[in-house]
Nanobody
Framework: QVQLVESGGGLVQPGGSLRLSCKAS????????MDWYRQAPGKQRELVAG???????NYKDSVKGRFTISRDNAKNTVYLQMNSLNPEDTAVYYC???????????????WGQGTQVTVSS
């Protein structure tokens, strides 16, 4: 059993910052890629940023230079530092991780429950 728990969302004014965290727990053998997705009302879920186990990152174009993804492998945690937020960043943010566990032969995708980020004055 694996759980991903996100935290750090909230209401912030335009131009402000938030730091999201997502901690994985359970019978984890290895965590491979970790990603942050977001879903705004009426829109499809989209990839915001990702990071490999080796630390290679990628970003959605509209967040490059404003968002930074990082991870602490010792803590099984991925972070998303979000700066210069604007109303278009308003969404529910989800983390996803590719995780190998003791119970399953192959690694699978696991999702967190989501955390709301609202950017408004």
């Amino acid at each position: 059993q694996v759980q991903l728990v996100e935290s750090g969302g909230g209401l912030v004014q335009p131009g402000g910052s938030l730091r999201l965290s997502c901690k994985a727990s359970g019978s984890i053998v290895s965590i491979y890629r970790m990603d942050w997705y977001r879903q705004a009302p009426g829109k499809q879920r989209e990839l915001v940023a990702g990071i490999t186990s080796g630390g290679v990152t990628n970003y959605k174009d509209s967040v490059k230079g404003r968002f930074t993804i990082s991870r602490d492998n010792a803590k099984n945690t991925v972070y998303l530092q979000m700066n210069s937020l604007n109303p278009e960043d308003t969404a529910v943010y989800y983390c996803k991780a590719v995780i190998a566990t003791m119970e399953r032969t192959y690694a699978y995708d696991y999702w967190g429950q989501g955390t709301q980020v609202t950017v408004s004055s």
